[in-house]
């Protein structure tokens, strides 16, 4: 993702997108048992990559999607081409439409992603691409606490956020869903 590089050799970090289904108290009984399960009782909606809990919206893959696409093994739902993107997307109901940065810069996410994306926080998910480490792996209490994520499950400090990752691939060297990525996660404000 920061394969291209400036005049100024400054890497240049290039926006992923994707679309998530909401998981928030309106999926009564199944948001209940998950707020059990999980322990993370200041959550007032889950915004994640984590596909088991957010299920992704484009979940198919066209032949007309391969040149707009990430063409990596478990990156195929993540659209490079923003317009393509929202026109295969539509407007389907109870979506989180996301821009994502996987393994950013502190200085990138800071930069922000414009006016249309508002950043929500960070995510920590696996080489795969499909368990969180934060909201999916009941949790990892000798690495992080349950009160040090957000109301949306994520985290707010980059350091932090990159130390958690550190942490987890020392303490967890056999656990495959504590070798991760950091993942800036920028949510849309209007669909």
């Known amino acids: 993702?920061?394969?291209?590089?400036?005049?100024?050799?400054?890497?240049?970090?290039?926006?992923?997108?994707?679309?998530?289904?909401?998981?928030?108290?309106?999926?009564?009984?199944?948001?209940?048992?998950?707020?059990?399960?999980?322990?993370?009782?200041?959550?007032?909606?889950?915004?994640?990559?984590?596909?088991?809990?957010?299920?992704?919206?484009?979940?198919?893959?066209?032949?007309?999607?391969?040149?707009?696409?990430?063409?990596?093994?478990?990156?195929?739902?993540?659209?490079?081409?923003?317009?393509?993107?929202?026109?295969?997307?539509?407007?389907?109901?109870?979506?989180?439409?996301?821009?994502?940065?996987?393994?950013?810069?502190?200085?990138?996410?800071?930069?922000g992603l414009g006016d249309r994306f508002q950043f929500v926080g960070y995510d920590l998910l696996d080489q795969d691409h499909s368990v969180s480490a934060l909201c999916n792996c009941g949790g990892f209490p000798d690495v992080f606490a349950n009160a040090e994520l957000s109301t949306k499950g994520l985290l707010e400090n980059y350091g932090r956020a990159r130390e958690i990752q550190r942490h987890l691939r020392e303490l967890y060297p056999g656990e495959r869903h504590a070798d991760c990525n950091v993942w800036a996660i920028f949510r849309m404000d209007a669909v």
């Open 1 to 111: 993702m920061t394969g291209r590089v400036s005049a100024q050799n400054t890497p240049v970090v290039t926006p992923l997108y994707i679309a998530m289904e909401k998981f928030d108290p309106s999926k009564g009984a199944e948001w209940r048992k998950y707020i059990t399960w999980s322990g993370l009782t200041q959550l007032d909606e889950v915004v994640t990559l984590d596909g088991m809990i957010c299920p992704v919206i484009l979940d198919e893959i066209k032949d007309s999607y391969w040149d707009h696409i990430v063409n990596e093994d478990g990156m195929l739902n993540f659209f490079t081409d923003f317009d393509f993107f929202r026109q295969e997307l539509g407007s389907p109901a109870n979506v989180n439409i996301l821009a994502v940065l996987r393994n950013p810069t502190e200085e990138a996410v800071q930069e």
